[in-house]
């Protein structure tokens, strides 16, 4: 890290994937990252990339849905550096079960990650953030807010609801939040990232046919706009949910 100190980005389910790549271009930016994931291993690997970036990382093994570990993550994160200027709630799990056919339990999962998941940061962050003059808030929407279903014929309705609860929270809270803090969502198309590999393989054609852009997205893609969102001077943009899905026509 230079003698002049970093901005501090926390991201949660940083580990790999959509996570991975905005910690990795966020650093590249210049931020310090606190990578929040289940897997040692996935968080070691990104740590290290970040550490050959010039920039320093810490790591947390955390489920998102716990409220109490966030609130100790956030509380290190402070006694650490004593900032936290952009708080990406990346961290999610999609559930592919109709309504006849999902148990209740696995709905609470799925609203606890998806949705509460980003409260349990968003919460603890708040304060740090307000004693430093402000920063930005990113949630992980999804083009499945939009439109029930992506380019799937199972349905998807918890991860639907959950990633819709994201947009109304967001909208709520940068009216909240302002003019101090800033807060926005993105709601990605079909990404290709390690999770999704094997079903976009098989149909990676099909679905870059039904995309204007004729390609389905990547990591770096998402990231762009996530950095955007943490850095651009002077900021007017808040309570929006950006769809970056290169103007998918097919549902």
């Known amino acids: 890290m230079s003698d002049e100190q970093s901005k501090v980005a926390i991201v949660t389910g940083g580990g790999r994937g959509i996570g991975r790549g905005c910690a990795l271009d966020l650093a590249r930016h210049g931020f310090d990252i606190v990578l929040v994931d289940l897997i040692e291993g996935d968080l070691a690997s990104t740590a290290a990339e970040i550490l050959e970036l010039g920039q320093e990382a810490l790591t947390f093994i955390a489920d998102v849905s716990d409220h109490a570990r966030a609130a100790e993550i956030v509380a290190e994160v402070d006694r ?3 900032r936290i200027d952009v708080l990406f709630n990346n961290a999610g799990r999609s559930m592919s079960k109709g309504i006849e056919e999902i148990s209740e339990q696995e709905f609470d999962d799925t609203i606890a990650i998806n949705l509460k998941g980003a409260f349990n940061y968003i919460q603890p962050t708040v304060p740090v953030m307000r004693r430093n003059g402000g920063g930005r808030i990113i949630n992980m929407s999804s083009m499945n807010a939009h439109t029930g279903g992506v380019t799937s014929a199972v349905s998807k309705f918890s991860y639907t609801a959950a990633k819709a609860g994201i ?9 909240e939040l302002a003019p101090e803090i800033v807060v926005n969502a993105v709601c990605p198309g079909v990404i290709k990232t390690e999770r999704s590999n094997a079903m976009i ?8 046919a039904g995309i204007s852009l004729g390609r389905v997205g990547t990591p770096q893609d998402v990231a762009s706009v996530v950095t955007f969102l943490a850095t651009a001077e002077p900021n007017f943009i808040t309570g929006q949910d950006i769809q970056i899905d290169g103007m998918q026509w097919v549902r």
């Open 167 to 175: 947009i109304g929270m967001t909208k709520a809270l940068a009216k």
């Open 80 to 82: 650490h550096w004593g």
């Open 201 to 208: 393989d098989a149909r990676e054609a099909s679905l870059s």
